[in-house]
C-alpha cells in the first residue's frame, strides 16, 4: 500500500521521537512492501519561531490532505511568556478543532518486565488495563465567553463549559463501540452532583446503554475515579469522560503503570485523517540529551497502522519488537531498574528498528 | 469556656460518626472544664425527607449563631432521582456559600501504624506530609449561566467558571500563610496554557507570592499535579487550588496514604464560623452496619478546637487519644490489615473517649 503521514514534530523531545517513529516506519515498509511517504510540518513553539504562529495554515493543509498524522509534542518555557492566542499549546488545540479529532483514546497497561517503576503496589496494579476516551473538541477547552473583564474597579474572568448533546453522544457511543471489543464495561466520569453539563452526560450515557444491552454501564463521580484509579485500578476498562475531565484522569492513569514514557494515544474524527501522538509532553528540561524514551511514539505509529490503515500485522510487528527489546532488557532512564545502565533515545530506536 | 456548636450530621454515615464527634467533645469539656453546648440541625437528604429542602433557612440560622459547625456527610442514591435544585449536595453547597467559606483545608499525612494500606509503594508514599486548600465558593460550582437550551432542534448545556480575582487572591494568600506555619513551600496548581481563568489565578499567585518572599511558589499544571502526586507525593507542601479541580486533586491525595476515613478538613471564611467535616463521604453502602471509621470526623473536632477556639492543648489530647488507640491495634474494617479482626464505629468511638 501506499500512504502519506503528515509528521508534526513540535518541540522537545517531540522532535527527537518523532524521528524514532518515521524511522522505525521505514523498517516497517521495507519488510512489507508498503510506501509510506512523510511530509513534515510545523507545530507549537517551533512554528512560532519560524512563522510568527502555532498552527500555519499550511500545516492544517498538510494534514487534511495525508492518510493520518503523526505528533510528537508541544510546548516550553520558551514561549510561557506569550500571550494565550500566541501558545504553542494553541498549535495543539487548533489541529484538533481543525482535524474535528472530538475523540482521544489512551490505552493504559500493565507491563510487567517493568513493573518496578510503578509508584503502586504490585498486588494494586498487576493486571490493570483500561483505556481512558477523552472528549477532545468540547467543554472548558474551547467554550465562550472566555476572557476577562472589570466592572467598578472589580476584575473577573471566566470560561465556559459547554457542550452540545451531539458532541457528547458521539464519544460515549464510541466508547461502547471498543468496550464491545474490550471487557465490555463502560465507566462514565462525571459530576453530575454539581454541574448541568453532568447531568446531560450522564443521561446520554444512560441512553447510549440501552443500545448496548450487551455492555455494563457505570456512572462516577470525577472525584471518587480520581480515587478508584489509585486504589482498585483493576476495575476498569473503558472510561469515557468529557474534556477537562479527561484530562486530569488520564495523565493520572498514566503514571500508575510506571509506563508514560511507553504510553501512545489516537485522536479520532468521523472521517480521518486520525492523529496520533504519545502521552507525554516535550519535556523541555530533557531536550537534546539523547534520554528521552521513544517507545511512547513508536506505539502511537502502531495504532496508526492498525487503526487508520488496517494493518494488524504491521502493527503488531511493532508492538512485538518493542516488547523483545524490553525483554532483552533495554531501558531509557525512566525505565531501568536501580543500578542498570540505561541506554539513550538513537540506540533504542536502532534496537526496535533491527528487531522488525 | 463555654461554645456552641451546630451540629449537621446529615445522610448515611455522617449520622455515626457524628454522634461519636459530639461524645468525644464532651469527654474534652469534661477533662479540661469546658461547656459544649450542641444544636442539631438538618441538611442533605434527611432534611429533604423531614422538611422538603436540602438546607432549611433555620439550619442556616443555627450554624450563624454558633460558634463553630460540626458536618457529617450528605447525599445518597435515594435522592438521586430528584431534580438539580433538590438534592442533598445543594444543602451541603448551600451552607457552605451562606457561610461565605470559602476555603477548605485537607491536611493528608502519611501514618506509619497504618502503612499497609496505602496503595502505593511504602518508599513512594513514606514521609508525605501535604495541605490542599482548595477554593470552595466559586468557579464551576456556582457560576451562571448553568443549564441547558434548545436551539433549531438541537440540544445543549452550558456551565460557567466565573471567579473575581479577590476570589483568587484571598484563598491563595491563606495558602502562603499556612505555607509560613509548615515547610515553606506552596504549589499552586493550574491549567494556565489553556484557560483564561487559571492566567489570572497564576498571575495572582505571583503577586502574592512576592509579599511571602520566604516562601518557595512553584506552579503546576492540573494534569502533571494529578501525576506528581502519585509519583513524587513528598514534594508537595501546600497545594493551592481553584475549586473543581481542588475537589478532584484532594480526593485523589486522600487515598495515598490509605487514610481516606482519617482524614478531616476545615472549611474557613473571613468572620467565622468555620465548619468541619470528615473528607469521606455518606457511604450510604454501609450505613447502619456499625462499620464507618469514625476518626476523621473526630479528627474534624480536633481542628475545630485548635482553629475556632484556640485550644490547642485540647486539639492534641484528641489526636493523642486517636494515635494511641491506633498504636494499641484498633482498627476499623477499612484500615485493618489482612487477618485481623477490625473493631466497630461504637467501639472505636468508646476506645477514643476513654483514653481521653
Ligand atoms: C498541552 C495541553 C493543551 C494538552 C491538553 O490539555 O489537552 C495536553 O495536556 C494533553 O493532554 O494533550
Ligand atoms: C458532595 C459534593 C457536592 C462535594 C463537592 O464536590 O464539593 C464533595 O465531593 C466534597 O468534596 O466535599
Same mark, same amino acid.
Request: aromatic letters at 6%; a negative charge.
Given at each position: 500500500?501506499?500512504? $502519506?503521514?503528515?509528521?508534526?514534530? *513540535?518541540?522537545?523531545? !517531540?522532535?527527537?521521537? +518523532?524521528? *524514532?517513529?518515521?524511522?522505525?516506519?521505514?523498517?516497517?515498509?521495507?519488510?512489507?512492501?508498503?510506501?509510506?511517504?512523510?511530509?513534515?510540518?510545523?507545530? !507549537?513553539?517551533?512554528?512560532?519561531?519560524?512563522?510568527?504562529?502555532?498552527?500555519?495554515? =499550511?500545516?492544517?493543509?498538510?494534514?487534511?490532505?495525508?492518510?493520518?498524522?503523526?505528533?510528537?509534542?508541544?510546548? *516550553?518555557?520558551?514561549?510561557?511568556?506569550?500571550?494565550?492566542?500566541?501558545?504553542?499549546?494553541?498549535?495543539?488545540?487548533?489541529?484538533?478543532?481543525?482535524?474535528?479529532?472530538? +475523540?482521544?483514546?489512551?490505552?493504559?497497561?500493565?507491563y510487567s518486565s517493568i513493573?518496578?517503576?510503578?509508584?503502586?503496589? $504490585?498486588?494494586?496494579?498487576?493486571?490493570?488495563?483500561?483505556?481512558?476516551?477523552?472528549?477532545?473538541?468540547?467543554?472548558?477547552?474551547?467554550?465562550?465567553?472566555?476572557?476577562?473583564?472589570?466592572?467598578?474597579?472589580?476584575?473577573?474572568?471566566?470560561?465556559?463549559?459547554?457542550?452540545?448533546? =451531539?458532541?457528547?453522544?458521539?464519544?460515549?457511543?464510541?466508547?461502547?463501540?471498543?468496550?464491545?471489543?474490550?471487557? !465490555?464495561?463502560?465507566?462514565?466520569?462525571?459530576?453530575?452532583?454539581?454541574?448541568?453539563?453532568?447531568?446531560?452526560?450522564?443521561?446520554?450515557?444512560?441512553?447510549?446503554?440501552?443500545?448496548?444491552?450487551?455492555?455494563?454501564?457505570?456512572?462516577?463521580?470525577?472525584?471518587?475515579?480520581?480515587?478508584?484509579?489509585?486504589?482498585?485500578?483493576?476495575?476498569?476498562?473503558?472510561?469515557?469522560? =468529557?474534556?477537562?475531565?479527561?484530562?486530569?484522569?488520564?495523565? =493520572? +492513569?498514566?503514571?500508575?503503570? *510506571?509506563?508514560? !514514557?511507553m504510553?501512545?494515544?489516537?485522536?479520532?474524527?468521523?472521517?480521518?485523517?486520525?492523529?496520533?501522538?504519545?502521552?507525554?509532553?516535550?519535556?523541555?528540561?530533557?531536550?537534546?540529551?539523547?534520554?528521552?524514551n521513544p517507545i511512547?511514539?513508536i506505539?502511537?505509529?502502531?495504532?496508526?497502522?492498525?487503526?487508520?490503515?488496517?494493518?494488524?500485522?504491521?502493527?503488531?510487528?511493532i508492538e512485538n519488537a518493542v516488547k523483545q527489546v524490553l525483554d532483552a532488557g533495554c531501558r531509557t532512564?525512566?525505565i531501568v531498574p536501580?543500578?542498570r545502565r540505561p541506554i539513550g533515545?538513537?540506540e533504542m530506536i536502532e534496537e526496535i528498528k533491527a528487531t522488525i
Open positions: 500500500m501506499n500512504k $502519506k503521514i503528515a509528521v508534526l514534530p *513540535g518541540d522537545g523531545i !517531540g522532535r527527537e521521537v +518523532a524521528k *524514532g517513529a518515521v524511522s522505525v516506519l521505514q523498517a516497517v515498509g521495507e519488510r512489507f512492501g508498503h510506501q509510506f511517504s512523510f511530509t513534515f510540518a510545523g507545530i !507549537g513553539g517551533s512554528a512560532i519561531q519560524a512563522s510568527g504562529t502555532p498552527l500555519p495554515q =499550511e500545516t492544517v493543509e498538510i494534514c487534511r490532505k495525508s492518510d493520518a498524522v503523526l505528533l510528537g509534542a508541544v510546548g *516550553g518555557p520558551k514561549w510561557d511568556h506569550l500571550p494565550g492566542h500566541l501558545r504553542p499549546e494553541k498549535g495543539l488545540l487548533g489541529i484538533r478543532k481543525e482535524l474535528n479529532l472530538y +475523540a482521544n483514546l489512551r490505552p493504559v497497561h500493565y513493573s518496578e517503576t510503578s509508584p503502586l503496589r $504490585k498486588e494494586v496494579i498487576e493486571g490493570a488495563d483500561m483505556l481512558v476516551v477523552r472528549e477532545l473538541t468540547g467543554g472548558l477547552y474551547f467554550g465562550k465567553p472566555s476572557g476577562r473583564s472589570r466592572k467598578n474597579g472589580e476584575d473577573s474572568v471566566v470560561d465556559t463549559l459547554f457542550y452540545k448533546k =451531539e458532541e457528547m453522544d458521539r464519544v460515549i457511543r464510541l466508547a461502547f463501540r471498543l468496550a464491545e471489543k474490550r471487557r !465490555g464495561k463502560v465507566t462514565s466520569v462525571d459530576k453530575a452532583n454539581v454541574l448541568e453539563s453532568s447531568r446531560m452526560w450522564r443521561e446520554t450515557a444512560e441512553e447510549i446503554g440501552r443500545e448496548f444491552p450487551h455492555v455494563k454501564l457505570e456512572h462516577m463521580l470525577v472525584d471518587n475515579a480520581a480515587m478508584q484509579m489509585i486504589k482498585a485500578p483493576r476495575q476498569f476498562d473503558v472510561i469515557v469522560t =468529557e474534556n477537562m475531565f479527561g484530562d486530569i484522569l488520564s495523565d =493520572e +492513569a498514566s503514571v500508575l503503570t *510506571g509506563s508514560l !514514557g504510553l501512545p494515544s489516537a485522536s479520532l474524527s468521523e472521517n480521518g485523517p486520525y492523529l496520533y501522538e504519545p502521552i507525554h509532553g516535550s519535556a523541555p528540561d530533557i531536550e537534546g540529551k539523547d534520554t528521552a511512547a511514539m506505539l502511537s505509529a502502531a495504532m496508526m497502522l492498525r487503526i487508520s490503515f488496517g494493518m494488524e500485522e504491521e502493527a503488531k510487528a532512564v525512566d536501580f543500578g533515545t538513537a
